[in-house]
C-alpha cells in the first residue's frame, strides 16, 4: 500500500508564501490529493492533481508533482491567518480495487501576523 | 444539501462501556471508512467498507466493530477491549469514478474517564 510521509510543522509571516512538501512510495496512485483541516473538524478536500500532471494551479494555490521522486508539494501564496490549519496529503492504493486512502501524518501550519 | 454526519460529536464514556459512534451519509457513496486521528499521528484506518454488508479491517481495528446494514450508515462500535479510546474519530465516503477523493464529516471526539 501506499506510504506518505510529510514534515509536522511550518511557521510563516502573513504575506509569505508557504510550501508544504510530502513525499510518497505508491507509484500507482491515480491521484493525490491536499487536505486542509480547521481544529476540532473534519477534513476538506483543498485540491487535486492527476498523476500524469507536473503541476496544477488554483488561485493562490500550486501543486507541484516530481514522480521521478516521488515528490509532492503545496504552494500557498500569500498566506493569511485563515491558512492556519493542518494540511494533509493523500493518495490513494491498493490492488484488486480495493481503493485504500493513504494520509500523511499532517503539517500543521500556523501563520505570524 | 448532501453530506455526511456524524454524531454525537462530543462524547464521555467511563472505562468498561461499549460505546457507538453514528455515521450516516446521503451522498449515495458505496464506500465509507472510519479512522482515528491522534496528536501527531495523523489519520489511521480502523474498518472499511466498500459496499453494503461487507466491510474489512483496516491498519488498527482491535478494540473496535463496525456493521454496514444500510448503504447510507456505517456505525462504529468502541469497545471495552479497546485499550485507550480517547480519542477524534473520523468517518468518510468515496464515490465511485471522478476524482476518487473522499468527504468527511465533522469528527466525534471521544474521552474515556
Known amino acids: 500500500g501506499e506510504d506518505v510521509e510529510q514534515s509536522l510543522f511550518l511557521s510563516v509571516r502573513e504575506g509569505d508564501s508557504s510550501v508544504i512538501n510530502c513525499t510518497y512510495t505508491?507509484?500507482?496512485?491515480?491521484?493525490l490529493y491536499w487536505y486542509k483541516q480547521e481544529p476540532g473538524a473534519g477534513l476538506q478536500l483543498l485540491t487535486y492533481?492527476?498523476?500524469?500532471?507536473d503541476m496544477k494551479q488554483d488561485q493562490r494555490l500550486t501543486v507541484l508533482l516530481n514522480k521521478k521522486d516521488k515528490h509532492l508539494s503545496l504552494r500557498i501564496a500569500d498566506t493569511q491567518t485563515g491558512d492556519s490549519a493542518i494540511y494533509f496529503c493523500?493518495?490513494?492504493?491498493?490492488?484488486?480495487?480495493?481503493?485504500?486512502?493513504?494520509f500523511g501524518r499532517g503539517t500543521s501550519l500556523i501563520v505570524h501576523p | 444539501d448532501g453530506g455526511i454526519t456524524q454524531s454525537p460529536k462530543y462524547l464521555f464514556r467511563k472505562e468498561g462501556q461499549n460505546v457507538t459512534l453514528s455515521c450516516e451519509q446521503n451522498?449515495?457513496?458505496?464506500?465509507m471508512y472510519w479512522y482515528r486521528q491522534d496528536p501527531g499521528q495523523g489519520l489511521r484506518l480502523i474498518y472499511y467498507?466498500?459496499?453494503?454488508?461487507?466491510?474489512q479491517k483496516g491498519d488498527i481495528a482491535e478494540g473496535y466493530s463496525v456493521s454496514r446494514e444500510k448503504k447510507e450508515s456505517f456505525p462504529l462500535t468502541v469497545t471495552s477491549a479497546q485499550k485507550n479510546p480517547t480519542a477524534f474519530y473520523l468517518c468518510?465516503?468515496?464515490?465511485?469514478?471522478?476524482?476518487?477523493?473522499?468527504?468527511f464529516g465533522e469528527g466525534s471526539r471521544l474521552t474515556v474517564l
Open positions: 468518510a465516503s468515496r464515490g465511485a469514478g471522478g476524482t476518487g477523493e473522499l468527504f
Open positions: 505508491d507509484s500507482s496512485s491515480t491521484y
Open positions: 492533481i492527476f498523476s500524469n500532471m
Open positions: 493523500a493518495g490513494i492504493g491498493g490492488s484488486g480495487g480495493s481503493y485504500i486512502p493513504t
Open positions: 451522498l449515495n457513496h458505496d464506500a
Open positions: 467498507s466498500q459496499i453494503v454488508n461487507d466491510f
